[in-house]
T-cell receptor, first 112, second 114 residues
Framework: DGGITQSPKYLFRKEGQNVTLSCEQN?????MYWYRQDPGQGLRLIYY???????QKGDIAEGYSVSREKKESFPLTVTSAQKNPTAFYLC???????????FGQGTRLTVV | EDQVTQSPEALRLQEGESSSLNCSYT??????LFWYRQDPGKGPEFLFT???AGEEKEKERLKATLTKKESFLHITAPKPEDSATYLC???????????????FGKGTKLSVKP
């Protein structure tokens, strides 16, 4: 089945550590995105990529980094510079020419 | 500034009690308005896209409508399995291409009791 796979589902990080969240899609979508979801807030865009080897910052990119070396993969690294990293992270993708984004099942990151 | 406001924040219904969720938006030219359903601990599930005022889309017990300032998600004779958070998002015309630079509302949490 085609879809977007995020891993792990739950992730615990010690303060000062970098962690990488995985996002893989087999939908052949060109565009991929990372959102952050906090309780009582709407989803906020961290980074997006429309094509391999190219990506742009979203509204809250500080403390995060991404890469897009393959069409299928768009990993997100949460660095130690991110002040409040505990959140639910969602990866999404979309078809070129269509605005609808389709989401993975999310990764819940907790800083301990 | 582009903005999306959803109301109410939470809605409790009895099974079979129809109601509507509201999504009001301020955007510099609407490219599309989207409704998603999100279950606890899961990613949002795409429901509808609406592009222009007067457009309507239906899926089972859900019907989405669009005006120039707001969208409604009507739920007819809801069942307990309709319980979820419903998210509304918009994309402005100033965004080119297909990138889903969506602006999300905070959602409406719907609970349907048997």
């Amino acid at each position: 089945d085609g879809g977007i796979t995020q891993s792990p589902k739950y992730l615990f990080r010690k303060e000062g550590q970098n962690v990488t969240l995985s996002c893989e899609q087999n939908l052949n979508h060109d565009a991929m995105y990372w959102y952050r979801q906090d309780p009582g807030q709407g989803l906020r865009l961290i980074y997006y990529s429309q094509i391999v080897n190219d990506f742009q910052k979203g509204d809250i990119a500080e403390g995060y980094s991404v890469s897009r070396e393959k069409k299928e993969s768009f990993p997100l690294t949460v660095t130690s510079a991110q002040k409040n990293p505990t959140a639910f992270y969602l990866c999404a993708s979309s078809i070129t020419g269509r605005p609808e984004a389709f989401f993975g099942q999310g990764t819940r990151l907790t800083v301990v | 500034e582009d903005q999306v406001t959803q109301s109410p924040e939470a809605l409790r219904l009895q099974e079979g009690e129809s109601s509507s969720l509201n999504c009001s938006y301020t955007v510099s030219g609407l490219r599309g308005l989207f409704w998603y359903r999100q279950d606890p601990g899961k990613g949002p599930e795409f429901l509808f896209t609406l592009y222009s005022a007067g457009e309507e889309k239906e899926k089972e017990r859900l019907k989405a409508t669009l005006t120039k300032k707001e969208s409604f998600l009507h739920i007819t004779a809801p069942k307990p399995e309709d319980s979820a958070t419903y998210l509304c998002a918009v994309q402005a015309l100033n965004y080119g291409g297909s990138q889903g630079n969506l602006i999300f509302g905070k959602g409406t949490k719907l609970s349907v009791k048997p």
